[in-house]
């Protein structure tokens, strides 16, 4: 991503733990060329921290934030608690409990602080990036486009998934038949 555009999605996180999850919301980011900027923050361990950051990420025109945290994950409804930004959670799959709790962290807001949550894990931190970018291409055709092909994309490849599964159940079939055949006296 060329360093001079201005991130208008910020991909921020409790730790560095989950960086890994995170990453998918990253690559599929830069599969949209959507600009981003990506930081390590925490409500319980940095408050003031998390707050400045928000408010730097707005004035710098971010315009979604997409939020990861594990275990009791505050962090995303810290940040919407500061922002009128659409704010995404991506409960990681971390801990005890395997992103149960983080899950009813991020998803549980009172009425009037909505964080926008997503599935546990990678699954989660993929459509946040798909509904970021949904999001900026509300104000941008082009990024309109890039997502109906990726649609496009998801739909030709489960075609040729099934053409790999019904084929080869096409094909068992006719090497029993064959089988049939071989095995039944002429005549029969
Ligand atoms: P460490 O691996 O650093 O101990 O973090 C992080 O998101 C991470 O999944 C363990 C987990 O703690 C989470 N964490 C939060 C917050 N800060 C860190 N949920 C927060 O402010 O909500």
Same mark, same amino acid.
């Given at each position: ?10 991909? =921020?996180?409790? +730790? ?11 690559? *599929? ?41 594990? =275990? ?12 009128? *930004? ?10 005890? *409990?395997?992103?149960?709790?983080? =899950? ?6 009172? +009425? ?18 798909? *509904? ?24 030709? +490849? ?7 599964? +019904?084929? !080869? ?9 064959? !089988?049939?055949?071989? =095995? ?5």
């Amino acid at each position: 991503m060329p360093k001079e555009r201005k991130p208008l999605v910020a991909v =921020l996180m409790g +730790s560095d733990s989950d960086y890994e999850t995170m990453q998918e919301t990253e690559k *599929l980011l830069d599969r949209f060329d959507v600009p981003y900027a990506t930081h390590v923050t925490s409500a319980h361990r940095a408050a003031k921290r998390t707050h400045r950051i928000v408010e730097e990420l707005e004035e710098r025109g971010v315009r979604v934030f997409i939020v990861g945290a594990g =275990l009791a994950a505050h962090l995303a409804g810290a940040v919407a608690a500061v922002t009128t *930004l659409p704010v995404i959670g991506v409960p990681m799959a971390s801990g005890s *409990l395997e992103g149960v709790d983080a =899950l009813y962290s991020t998803v549980q807001m009172p +009425s009037g602080v909505p964080v926008a949550t997503m599935a546990i894990g990678g699954h989660g931190a993929k459509n946040a990036a798909v *509904l970021a970018a949904e999001i900026v291409a509300l104000q941008d055709p082009k990024l309109r486009e890039k997502l109906t092909a990726y649609r496009e994309e998801m739909e030709r +490849s489960v075609e040729e998934k099934d053409r790999q599964i +019904s084929g !080869a159940r096409e094909l068992s079939a006719e090497s029993v038949s064959d !089988a049939i055949k071989e =095995l039944t006296p002429e005549g029969e």
